[in-house]
């Protein structure tokens, strides 16, 4: 079975200070890719981050970066210099590329960002 | 670009009312995904339609539930009839290809049932 687990339903972190969001996952899938998601209170989900099981390096985009331990099976999410338009909900999933493909979401963590 | 489309942005019934919304994929994604966010949720695939054709509906409650997406463009997610814990924000999502790492979503619409 596919799973994918956040811990921390809430966070807080001060302007311009980095912060992790925790994210694992199960899936018996070799083939597998983990995305991360930010949904403002506009309700639009936004495409952050993608890590492909299969890469060697942490994916990186700007000020984002996924911590992948694959061993540990955690891709966890760190956000550098955090500015006030982070303030959202944030979401990991995954997708098992031979178990059908769908993508499914974990619970989401609120960031909340203090000036 | 244009994003993914949907309407109506916000839905109020009552129950055991019927309730359809729609969705606009971007143009040329031949996948489109329906999820369902119940309120401090994450999402829930509903249904996955690759061209007209459903890939994956297996969590889609089908005695009350309906999808279609035909010449596989537009699609229409229908509720007959309506329950109290259908309340929640219905997306949709759009992707080039099945296994397409990106996933393009809509604003969504948010039904409440009364």
């Known amino acids: 079975a596919q799973k994918i687990t956040q811990t921390q339903p809430g966070m807080f972190v001060q302007e311009k200070e980095a912060v992790t969001l925790d994210c694992t996952y199960d899936?018996?899938?070799?083939?597998?890719?983990l995305f991360w998601y930010k949904q403002p209170s506009s309700g639009e989900m936004i495409f952050l981050i993608y890590q492909g099981s299969y890469d060697q390096q942490n994916a990186t985009e700007g000020r984002y970066s996924l911590n992948f331990q694959k061993a540990r099976k955690s891709a966890n999410l760190v956000i550098s210099a955090s500015q006030l338009g982070d303030s959202a909900m944030y979401f990991c999933a995954m997708r098992s590329y031979n178990q059908g493909g769908k993508l499914i979401f974990g619970q989401g963590t609120e960031l909340s960002v203090k000036p | 670009e244009a994003g993914v489309a949907q309407s109506p942005r916000y839905k109020i019934i009552e129950k055991r009312q019927s309730v359809a919304f729609w969705c606009n994929p971007i143009s040329g994604h031949a996948t489109l995904y329906w999820y369902q966010q119940i309120l401090g949720q994450g999402p829930k695939l509903l249904i996955q339609f690759q061209n007209n054709g459903v890939v994956d509906d297996s969590q889609l409650p089908k005695d009350r539930f309906s999808a279609e997406r035909l010449k596989g463009v537009d699609s229409t997610l229908k509720i007959q009839p309506a329950k109290l814990e259908d309340s929640a924000v219905y997306l949709c999502?759009?992707?080039?290809?099945?296994?397409?790492?990106?996933?393009?979503f809509g604003s969504g619409t948010q039904l409440s049932v009364l």
């Open positions: 899936t018996s899938d070799p083939s597998y890719g």
């Open positions: 999502a759009s992707s080039y290809y099945r296994a397409e790492e990106k996933l393009f």
